[in-house]
């Protein structure tokens, strides 16, 4: 027989297991983001003029994916806003696709690239990369700094002095590898000199014709021949010609030289030759002829060169500090 105290009892006990069942069913938060999201490079420094990209925000465990907002961007020194000169779009060339040693012609060159208006700086929205434009070289040099606001599937973030950004000078070109080796008519036996041996320069010269002009000295500052067969590309092996593919190789009794597409974004337009995949990106080899050098050896001329500011004549002087010419 069922007491009402039993009754009161199995009552206290049902309404006692559904508060712990629907304690048990209340919603958990969903994903998770974090108070410490950041750049790795910071600051981080933009040449003018040279397209340039950051690593993404630092997500911290936070929930993928995030999604980035860019707030304001200021001058540091001063804190006034600098939306004016890093945020106001203008007309840069792009690749509209990517291009490759197969555009070997200027027509097949124009097709991947296009004229578009951008501005010099923007945050990517989806993971906050830092992304400039050629039309940095229009920016100021200076430092700034931005604030963001960074989302996703658990709530929104905003970054105060998330990163500062420098803006630098101009940098038309630059020099990578070097290699530099003496060798038999064959290639098979070879020697080593020091690189410091083989230094090499270049020279802008920004209202001349749009041409790369590579010129060979010995140690006392004659020029080698390419016309009369003193310099070479080694076989089997890229030289700029490969590279640059856009206009007829002219040799002459000082220099090998290349014209070039004028205003594209920089050069070389492609990372990889395809009859050379194995080479870094702008390797070049060219021999001086053992023929004309005073040991009888080949001089082996190994070199990497990019260029940003891609108007005007370079001049890429290579010396050879342990060697004479014999014409």
């Given at each position: 027989?069922?007491?009402?105290?039993?009754?009161?009892?199995?009552?206290?006990?049902?309404?006692?297991?559904?508060?712990?069942?629907?304690?048990?069913?209340?919603?958990?938060?969903?994903?998770?983001?974090?108070?410490?999201?950041?750049?790795?490079?910071n600051p981080f420094t933009v040449n003018q003029g040279i397209t340039t990209v950051s690593n993404g925000l630092v997500a911290d465990g936070s929930t993928t994916p995030i999604s980035v907002k860019l707030l304001s961007v200021r001058d540091l020194a001063t804190g006034k806003d600098a939306s004016g000169v890093l945020l106001k779009k203008d007309t840069v060339t792009v690749y509209k696709s990517a291009i490759s040693s197969d555009d070997s012609t200027l027509a097949l060159l124009n097709l991947k690239l296009k004229d578009s208006l951008l501005a010099p700086f923007s945050v990517n929205p989806v993971g906050g990369r830092l992304q400039f434009t050629q039309g940095t070289s229009k920016v100021p040099i200076s430092s700034y700094i931005i604030d963001v606001q960074a989302s996703n599937i658990r709530g929104t973030k905003t970054l105060k002095n998330a990163c500062v950004i420098n803006i630098v000078p101009e940098t038309a070109d630059s020099l990578g590898y070097t290699a530099y080796s003496h060798s038999d008519n064959k290639f098979i036996n070879f020697v080593f000199p020091p690189v410091s041996y083989m230094p090499i320069t270049i020279t802008h010269i920004a209202n001349g014709p749009n041409k790369f002009i590579f010129v060979w000295k010995d140690k006392n500052g004659k020029t080698f021949n390419p016309a009369n067969g003193e310099v070479y590309g080694r076989p089997a092996r890229p030289i700029w010609k490969d590279w640059d593919p856009y206009y007829p190789e002219m040799k002459t009794d000082t220099s090998i030289e290349y014209g070039y597409p004028g205003g594209v974004p920089q050069f070389p337009v492609f990372q990889v030759v395809n009859a050379y995949s194995w080479a870094g990106y702008a390797l070049s080899y060219y021999t001086v002829s053992g023929a004309h050098t005073n040991d009888g050896l080949n001089a082996n001329t190994t070199f990497t060169t990019y260029f940003y500011e891609t108007t005007g004549t370079y001049i890429i002087t290579i010396s050879m500090l342990d060697v004479t010419r014999v014409p």
């Open positions: 027989m069922v007491t009402i105290k039993n009754f009161l009892i199995a009552l206290l006990i049902c309404c006692g297991a559904t508060i712990v069942l629907l304690a048990g069913c209340s919603k958990t938060p969903v994903g998770f983001i974090s108070n410490n999201m950041y750049y790795s490079l």
